[in-house]
């Protein structure tokens, strides 16, 4: 009984210092989205994953004929929570058809996935100027990306929160964002 109540205090600590270090497995960084990182290959995806499902759709490439060469596209994969059957990442390799590939990009679906700063698709305009450098915006007919060089990420906002409506090529600058402009989709590039 006098050992126990010694090594109780001990195992307290542990456990506070263990919550203190936080939960990296959903953690953003520069070449890193919870447990993967620019080294991660195809194939250690479902022991990364295990608790997940995974859904694999792969190209179709050139098979030899005509008409497949023109079917090509890029292989994906697809994590999904077992729990609540929701889509937490979609990733894409560098190489198709090939399990040794490292990873190109991860687009995050899950908010639990944040940055040190707390950056995560629930996260506003004005939270993400303040929080990152934002090294440029470019603009496509229907959302503006931000392209942010310290995260290797590209977050895009919807033209409709920065209220256009035009389909247009229309320039859009940092100061023209709204700063309840919500993120639409959020990309960590790892290659």
Same mark, same amino acid.
């Given at each position: ?12 600590v ?35 994953? $295990?608790?997940?499902?995974?859904v ?20 994906l994969?697809? @994590? ?15 190489? #198709? ?28 305009? #004005?939270?993400i ?23 290797? $990420? ?15 090529? #229309?320039? @859009?600058?940092?100061? #023209? ?10 990309? @960590?590039?790892?290659?």
């Amino acid at each position: 009984m006098f050992i126990l109540k010694k090594i109780i205090p001990f195992i307290i600590v542990a456990l506070l210092f263990m919550q203190c270090n936080g939960n990296k497995s959903f953690e953003i960084s520069k070449g890193n989205v919870g447990n993967i990182h620019a080294g991660t290959t195809v194939q250690e995806l479902e022991a990364l994953f $295990a608790s997940d499902s995974i859904v694999k759709i792969l190209s179709e490439g050139d098979l030899g004929d005509e008409a497949s060469k023109y079917l090509e596209e890029d292989d994906l994969y697809f @994590v999904y929570s077992k729990l609540n059957k929701k889509k937490l990442l979609e990733i894409e390799p560098v190489n #198709q058809h090939d399990s040794l590939s490292t990873i190109k990009s991860i687009q995050i679906f899950d908010p639990r996935f944040k940055t040190v700063n707390g950056i995560g698709l629930h996260s506003t305009f #004005q939270e993400i100027n303040a929080n990152c450098k934002i090294n440029k915006v470019e603009t496509t007919f229907t959302s503006a990306i931000l392209f942010i060089d310290a995260l290797n $990420a590209t977050i895009v906002i919807d033209k409709a929160e920065l209220g256009i409506k035009d389909f247009s090529l #229309q320039k @859009v600058t940092l100061d #023209q964002i709204p700063a309840l402009a919500k993120i639409k989709y959020f990309t @960590v590039w790892l290659n």
